[in-house]
Structure formats: C-alpha cells, structure tokens
C-alpha cells in the first residue's frame, strides 16, 4: 500500500502552515480549470523529465483528477528516483472540491 492522506488531513496540515511542496500530474488544462493553490504542475507524462523538480526532503503530496495518475506518479518516483516523502491525495481534488474548498471546481 503506497503512503496516502486525506482530503481534510491535507487541508489541516496546510491550515497549520506545514510546509507540503504540492505536485499536480494532470494535464495542462485540467490545471488551467481548477487547482490547489500554491500546487506545481508536472503533468504524469513529463515526471520522469522534470523529477529533479521535486524536493526530496520535503514533505511532498501528488494531486491529481482522482488519485489514480498521482498514485502511478508516487510509485514511479518512489522506485526509479528513491524519493520517500511523498502522499498520494486520496480521492484526488475532486475529493478536495466536494470535501474541503467548494470554490474549486468540480469536474
């Protein structure tokens, strides 16, 4: 079982000013439509470019659509980069729209 949080356990370690570097792996214009604020996108298909990108002492939690991409993403950096700070979002930020931030858009 790969390391997941929730929704609200996300939203609470933020609110007490955790620093998370949030990494979002959906596609450009899933980005440009809604988004974590303060999130860096690396679409699933540049990770394996961009995984210097990612800070590997700092906390680190992959967002996507629905936890899936991000949960590939978790994996892959996990075994071919060594990185082990890193959250899946579960349920992804659909999850997070219905759950935490209704301003977020919902798709």
Do not use: F, K
Request: proline share 7%.
């Amino acid at each position: 079982m790969l390391p997941e949080l929730t929704p609200e356990a996300l939203h609470a370690r933020l609110q007490q000013g955790e620093a998370l570097q949030l990494i979002d792996v959906r596609e450009p214009e899933e980005y440009a439509y809604c988004r974590i604020e303060g999130s860096l996108l690396i679409p699933l298909g540049e990770v394996a470019q961009r995984a210097d990108e990612i800070d590997p002492d700092q906390p680190t939690v992959l967002i996507c659509h629905h936890g899936v991409r991000s949960m590939q993403a978790l994996a892959y950096l996990q075994h071919r980069h060594g990185l082990t700070n890193l959250l899946n979002l579960r349920g992804g930020i659909h999850a997070w729209s219905l759950r935490v931030d209704p301003t977020v858009a919902v798709y």
